[in-house]
């Protein structure tokens, strides 16, 4: 449930949420009321005034289809990098010298579906090595949120492709540590809202600015 006030142009003005039955729809939830044009409200001569109202959205999808949901990563130096140099085996950590690795393509292997059932957004730290043609490999968990997500986590990491990590534009190896979470909703076209509108008050038109 969102309240809203539609000024004398039908415009929607402070958009504000009331209550949401999930927190991962509320960001969306204000978006939708914020893009829309209402009729406004009007006084017994016709002349247009500023109301403030309820508006309740409901998702559905239409074919049974899930929601498209977005993962947001991070990458930073795995633990215990002191060094520039690469080690023994070629690998190089991520420091001043190496750009790190990107997604090229993330591989959702039930990862994102549990991070949005879970409070903390599935937070998930793991460490791995990007080789020179951005494949991962030798991937270990270091903290999540939950046990649970542990193991979609790595299988979904080890199953993307990356833009591999450079050093001086050539593409190397490299051991870093990438932070997964929950990243939000994607809206797409199978993806509606419906709104329902509610008189907040019948006299609040008086009120408002």
């Not at 899930?66 to 130096?77: E, F, G, K, M, Q």
């Not at 649970?148 to 540590?177: D, H, M, W």
Request: net charge neutral; hydrophobic share 35%; aromatic share 8%.
């Amino acid at each position: 449930m969102i309240s809203i006030v539609v000024d004398a142009a039908g415009m929607p003005r402070k958009v504000t949420p009331i209550r949401c039955s999930d927190p991962a729809f509320e960001k969306e939830s204000l978006k939708v009321v914020s893009q829309y044009t209402f009729k406004p409200g009007t006084q017994q001569d016709g002349t247009p005034v500023a109301v403030q109202i309820h508006v309740e959205v409901n998702y559905r999808s239409d074919g049974f289809k899930n929601p498209l949901i977005a993962t947001s990563y991070r990458v930073s130096p795995a633990p215990g990098t002191i060094s520039n140099e690469p080690g023994v085996d070629g690998v190089y950590p991520l420091g001043s010298k190496v750009t790190p690795p990107a997604f090229a393509r993330f591989s959702d292997e039930g990862y994102g579906n549990q991070a949005f059932n879970l409070p903390g957004g599935g937070a998930c730290d793991v460490v791995l090595t990007v080789d020179a043609k951005g494949n991962a490999s030798d991937a270990s968990t270091t903290k999540c949120e939950t046990p649970a997500i542990e193991k979609v986590a790595l299988k979904s990491l080890l199953k993307s492709l990356y833009q591999p990590g450079t050093l001086n534009g050539v593409a190397v190896p490299v051991r870093v540590l990438i932070h997964l979470e929950f990243g939000g909703i994607v809206p797409s076209k199978w993806h509606r809202a419906t709104l329902a509108l509610f008189s907040a008050n019948s006299d609040l038109h008086d009120r408002v600015a």
